[in-house]
């Protein structure tokens, strides 16, 4: 038996495709009631390798209104709520400022920072965000001192560098959970009353314990103890999922 088949022309290797222009990088409209990016570069250029967010944060800067923020990855999102959360921030600034630089083979260069932190006593912080493999490597090294000998005062008081890696899948998650409730759910009620049972029950292990121990929704003790953690309030590892099962403590 023969069986015929028909070739057409996608069914057969095409050498020397066409090269197709990078798509455009991702802009957004004026969204109603939320202030807009104030970066000096839109970081969202779609890319195969590195994941790109866009999502709402509150400043005392901006008087607890929401700003749209862009990131160019995981890491650089996950560091960003970890300094919201923050009870001591004024504001935070995404691709603030641009700064040139001399790299270490002489060459002229630009580098925009990740992140700027602004603390309530006016000192600010620019963060540069790498993982750890790019870190190791002696040229970024290099690399990042001619950036730090660059920087002047005007753009921040301190650079430091962060370890994109050091921040775990968990500690992410639990990290954007205990952003969200703390700008966009706030509980007071729910929070002085958890605390309080947090200072008296003595047999305190386990979130579980709280919930049995309080006329209170489980879900509400849950998101309750998130914003508490968030605000140093309550010790947790946040390297593995907080759920009602996680090992909870008082921080006095």
């Not at 749209?68 to 999102?77: K, M, T, W």
């Not at 504001?91 to 603390?119: A, C, K, M, S, W």
Request: charged letters at 25%.
């Amino acid at each position: 038996m023969s069986y015929l088949f028909e070739i057409i022309d996608l069914d057969s290797w095409q050498y020397g495709l066409p090269k197709l222009r990078a798509a455009a990088k991702i802009t957004f409209g004026e969204i109603d009631g939320v202030l807009p990016f104030k970066g000096r570069r839109n970081p969202t250029a779609v890319s195969s390798t590195s994941y790109k967010a866009a999502f709402q944060y509150k400043t005392a800067a901006n008087k607890w209104k929401p700003r749209l923020g862009l990131v160019e990855s995981g890491a650089e999102l996950a560091v960003a709520e970890e300094i919201l959360v923050s009870p001591n921030l004024w504001d935070l600034e995404f691709q603030p400022v641009t700064i040139p630089y001399t790299d270490p083979n002489g060459g002229r260069r630009n580098h925009t920072i990740d992140l700027r932190q602004t603390f309530m006593s006016g000192r600010q912080r620019l963060i540069f965000i790498r993982n750890r493999s790019s870190l190791k490597k002696p040229f970024v090294q290099a690399e990042i001192e001619c950036i730090r000998s660059a920087a002047r005062r005007e753009f921040g008081h301190q650079l430091i560098v962060v370890d994109g890696d050091s921040y775990t899948k968990a500690r992410r998650d639990n990290l954007r959970r205990m952003h969200r409730l703390i700008a966009f759910q706030p509980d007071q009620i729910a929070d002085d009353l958890v605390e309080e049972a947090v200072a008296r029950l003595t047999t305190l292990w386990k979130m579980s314990d709280l919930v049995r121990a309080m006329d209170l929704a489980p879900s509400r003790v849950f998101q309750s103890c998130l914003r508490l953690i968030a605000r140093k309030r309550l010790g947790a590892d946040l390297n593995a999922i907080i759920s009602h099962d996680s090992r909870i403590w008082r921080i006095q």
